[in-house]
């Protein structure tokens, strides 16, 4: 049986892709800042670890205690919805230290275990922002615009040692906790001088009719997980599918 490890668990596309492998039996290694037993159903095959992925000790303690991994999914992020000239540098580092470099530290922490065994694969969450750009989330595009590039490099060096890396691309996401993170890290909101257009912005937005959901996410990492013919960059959501289509 076979082990997956899934950061982000709490909420949203990580706690979605944890339920769907635990229903189709796969030992699943759910991870959270703040560990919740509560969120996901009793299982043989599920054990839950505290993981702060821009916390160093944390990821050394946590790789640890989860022992032996398949398959590795990067799905912990923090959303950021500003006007870039008031947004602080302390806060665009706090978006990239979660959605960038706490991916590339996961997978650092792990790919030995791959390397070595010749096997396994390494999937990384991206968004869809990376393929159309949108105003009001330029911090949040070039945390995972790197994702995306670093995604694909690493795929080519990983080639030899049978290592799957993929990248999965969802669109807008209602049902997750975006926006609870976007106030989290920036309480103030958007600035006075951005507002009319900020307005004009998220009504836009709003109109557009598909979204992404949870389940578009899972079933996409499922599908990377377990078919090794299936493409290195997965649109997940029918406006994901949408906007790499249109590319």
Known sequence: MKTVLITGCSSGFGLET?????ERDWNVIATMRMPREDVLPRSAHLRVLAL?????RSIREAVDAAGSIDVLVNNAGVGLLSAFEGTSMETVRQVFETNTFGTLAMTHALLPQFTQRRSGAIINVGSAVTLKSFPLLSIYTASKA???AFTESLALELEA???????IIPGRAPETRFGEN???LLPNGIPQAYQAFAQAAFATIEQAGDVTHSLDVAQAVWRFATDTACPARLP????AVAIAESR
């Open 18 to 22: 944890a339920r769907y492998f635990l």
């Open 52 to 56: 702060d992925v821009t916390d160093a």
């Open 146 to 148: 790197a994702i995306m």
């Open 161 to 167: 040692f049978d290592v799957r890396v993929g990248l």
């Open 182 to 184: 976007v106030q989290r």
């Open 236 to 239: 997940a959501g029918a406006d």
